[in-house]
């Protein structure tokens, strides 16, 4: 079906929504996503041309919706994790344990702080490194993409 179920939320690829289970309540994730293409300033080398590096940002009151009242580091990166598989259905392989660790690195008192305080205007952007993948199959070359985290910081 088109319901994913990740820790304690649902993610619906089809109506772009995110359910939890915690609040009960269902966040229609923005459709607002910046692609860019990286560059070598960014401080991560650039194999090829058709390297990108997605962003996404979460907001502080969309974290709200999602987190309230359990506010730690899987169950936020949880919550990324079920919002960017909605935003971006095309996305596999990331995992909740990478997004918590680098989440540890903000801490949480300024996570928590900030998502009480349900800022429209702040939250969490997170770094998706999208390389293309190519591989010969049945006689023909079948170009994918391959995923990876890269991290996750305040804006």
Do not use: W
């Amino acid at each position: 079906g088109n319901n994913q179920e990740i820790g304690f939320f649902v993610a619906n690829k089809e109506t772009g929504e995110v359910y939890s289970s915690y609040t009960g309540k269902t966040v229609k994730v923005k459709e607002e996503i910046s692609q860019k293409s990286i560059s070598s300033a960014s401080g991560i080398p650039v194999a090829r041309a058709s390297n990108k590096e997605i962003k996404l940002q979460v907001s502080y009151a969309e974290l709200y919706e999602l987190c309230d009242g359990a506010i730690n580091y899987i169950t936020v990166a949880g919550a990324i994790l079920a919002m960017v598989s909605v935003a971006y259905p095309g996305i596999t392989g990331l995992v909740i344990a990478d997004i918590a660790l680098s989440l540890s690195s903000i801490g949480l008192s300024t996570l928590k702080a900030g998502i009480e305080s349900r800022s429209t205007e702040h939250g969490l952007q997170i770094r998706i490194y999208k390389e293309k993948t190519q591989k010969h199959q049945g006689g023909r070359i079948v170009t994918g993409y391959r995923y990876t985290f890269s991290n996750v910081e305040r804006y």
